[in-house]
C-alpha cells in the first residue's frame, strides 16, 4: 500500500486569487491531499479578516474534496508536523519571486529536513497576480475592478469592501 502525501500551500490569501486556485489545482493533482493553510497574519495589516479569508478560500475550492482550507499561526514548520505534511507548495511567479522562495525554502529545510519545496508557476494567465494587487485594482476601481483576477464570490466580498470604504 502506498504513502499518502500531504501538501501544504502557506500563505495569508488576501484574498485568494485565480493565480491562487491555478496553484492548487495543480498541486491537487500531484499529491493525495492539499492543505491550504491560512496565515493569521499578524505581521501584516490585511483587507480581509482571518474568517473571512478561510470562507473565500473554502468557497472557491468547494468543488475539490481534496482540498482543505485550515488556518495557523506560528511557524510552518509546526503547522506541517502537525498536519503530518511532506511536501509545502510554492508559487513562483518570476525570478523575484523565485529570489525569495529559495532563501525561505533554504531556511525551511533546516527546520523541517524531512519536508520537500515543490515550486510551481501558475498558467500564463495567472502569472502577473498578486494579491496586492487584486486588492488596488479592485479598491481603486481599476479597468473591470479587478473581475478578471478572482474568482466571483471573491469579487462580491471585494466589491462590498470597498462600498463599506466609501
Do not use: C, W
Amino acid at each position: 500500500m502506498s504513502k499518502s502525501v500531504i501538501a501544504i500551500y502557506p500563505g495569508t490569501f488576501d484574498p485568494i486569487s485565480l493565480g491562487h486556485e491555478d496553484i492548487l489545482l495543480r498541486a491537487a493533482a500531484m499529491f493525495d491531499k492539499v492543505i491550504l493553510a491560512v496565515a493569521t497574519a499578524h505581521h501584516k495589516k490585511t483587507l480581509f479578516t482571518l474568517d473571512e479569508r478561510m470562507d473565500m478560500a473554502r468557497q472557491a475550492m468547494a468543488a475539490h474534496p481534496q482540498i482543505e482550507v485550515v488556518p495557523f499561526t506560528g511557524l510552518v514548520r509546526d503547522f506541517a508536523r502537525l498536519h503530518h505534511a511532506k511536501v509545502m507548495v510554492r508559487g513562483v511567479r518570476a525570478v523575484t519571486d523565485f529570489d525569495y522562495e529559495f532563501q525561505l525554502a533554504g531556511m525551511n529545510r533546516q527546520l523541517m529536513p524531512d519536508v520537500e519545496t515543490v515550486f510551481l508557476t501558475p498558467s500564463a494567465e495567472y502569472q502577473f497576480i498578486s494579491s496586492t494587487f487584486v486588492r488596488e485594482i479592485s479598491m481603486l476601481g481599476g479597468e473591470g475592478d479587478g473581475r478578471n483576477l478572482v474568482s466571483p464570490g471573491v469579487y462580491e466580498r471585494l466589491m462590498a469592501k470597498k462600498a463599506a470604504a466609501a
